[in-house]
Each structure stands twice: as structure tokens, then as C-alpha cells.
């Protein structure tokens, strides 16, 4: 499930947390199964001290919980946290998409465009990198404001782990994304007012918080 982790990174911790990330992510690790640092330090051959940082991080980000003495397993979300979540984000971003239909400025937009252009270039199913492309346009679009409150704001919601788990958990192998949603938006930030941009962006993210609870 692992690999050995290289040796010479001055963050090692970082590496084991991406590995640890990716592997909930990709299914290797299932609901209920114990993670204990012995063993993943065993078998990426490190020290546990960057193994028991990368878990604590995964904890503090409410991806897992502590199970048993020395295990960590993966933490059951409620409904309740992913629509305040949820919330949290049309507040930010449904105010990021006022702004920039408001201001309407072309390199704000060629901008954006350039975002939504990438995931049109995505082939294949890659839940990471549907998460990577997809966070930023939505980043860019809040960037683009200009609101440094806002921006920080923005990557307190989806810099951590817990963001990335949520949206692989709305996605399958049998559904990949919707290009054309973005586009859309894009299109509405164009061209609508500042009210039907605040007004798509929130049903845009209410339309996610749907399909995750809908799956869950």
C-alpha cells in the first residue's frame, strides 16, 4: 500500500501524510481499519516520529480518530458538519462571485477561464486531480477578488484533508465530473449580474453538498 518514503525531504512528515491521504482517498484504507504507526513506519522504513505527526495532523483535520491505544481509524463525518461546511463555503464563495461579476475586470476573467480551461483537458478518472483542478477554479475565483480575508478564509475551508476526502466521497468510477458546470459558471461571471452569480455559485455548491449527501 505504501512505498518508502524518500529519506533526504526536509518534511518527511508531509510525505507520509500525503501518502496516508491518498491511500483513504483511493479506497487502500476502508472504514474501521486501525492505522497504527508502528507498522506504516515499518513499512515505509522511517523513523514514528513523522508517521505519528502526519496521523496527528490527519486528527486535528478530522479525517481520523483515535481508535484503541495507539490507532488511529478513519472518523465517520456527520451530516450535520458537511452541511456547515458546506455553508461556510457559499458564504465565501457565493461573495467571491458577487465581487467578480460586479467588477467584470478582463484579466480577472481570462484569468478564471484559463482554470476552467485546464479541467477541460482532464482525461481519465484521477480523484486527486479532479480535486486539485476543480479547488483551483474555485480558488481563482475567490483570488481574483482580490480579498486577502477572503482568500485566507478560502484556504482554511479547502486546504485540508478532510476537503479532499469529502469530494472523493461524492465521486465513483462511474460518474466523472461535469466540465460543463464550470463553464457555466464562468459564463454567468461573464455575463450575469452580480446576483445571478452569487445566486449560481451557491446552487453550484449546494448541488455538491447533494450529491455527497445523497451518497453517504
Do not use: C
Not at 47 to 55: I, M, W
Not at 138 to 165: A, C, K, P, Y
Amino acid at each position: 500500500m505504501f512505498k518508502q518514503a524518500p529519506q533526504t525531504r526536509p518534511r518527511l512528515a508531509n510525505d507520509v501524510y500525503e501518502q496516508i491521504l491518498s491511500a483513504i482517498v483511493n479506497g487502500d484504507i476502508k472504514p474501521g481499519e486501525r492505522l497504527i504507526q508502528e507498522k506504516i513506519a515499518e513499512q515505509i522504513n522511517i523513523s514514528r516520529t513523522p508517521v505519528r505527526e502526519a496521523l496527528l495532523r490527519l486528527e486535528q483535520e478530522g479525517v481520523l480518530e483515535l481508535s484503541g491505544r495507539k490507532g488511529f481509524s478513519i472518523r465517520n463525518i456527520t451530516d450535520e458538519e458537511i452541511r456547515a461546511l458546506y455553508g461556510a463555503r457559499e458564504a465565501v464563495e457565493g461573495h467571491a462571485a458577487f465581487l467578480i461579476a460586479t467588477q467584470k475586470g478582463s484579466d480577472q476573467l481570462a484569468a478564471i477561464k484559463a482554470a476552467v480551461e485546464a479541467e477541460q483537458t482532464l482525461t481519465g478518472r484521477d480523484l486527486e486531480k479532479e480535486f486539485k483542478l476543480n479547488r483551483t477554479i474555485h480558488r481563482t475565483i475567490v483570488e481574483q477578488t482580490n480579498n486577502l480575508v477572503l482568500l485566507d478564509l478560502f484556504d482554511q475551508l479547502w486546504g485540508r484533508g478532510i476537503s479532499l476526502w469529502l469530494f472523493a466521497a461524492t465521486r465513483t468510477s462511474q460518474i466523472p465530473p461535469d466540465q460543463d458546470v464550470h463553464q457555466a459558471l464562468l459564463e454567468t461571471l461573464q455575463s450575469g449580474t452580480p446576483q445571478q452569480a452569487h445566486q449560481a455559485m451557491i446552487e453550484h455548491i449546494r448541488d455538491g453538498l447533494g450529491m455527497h449527501l445523497a451518497g453517504s
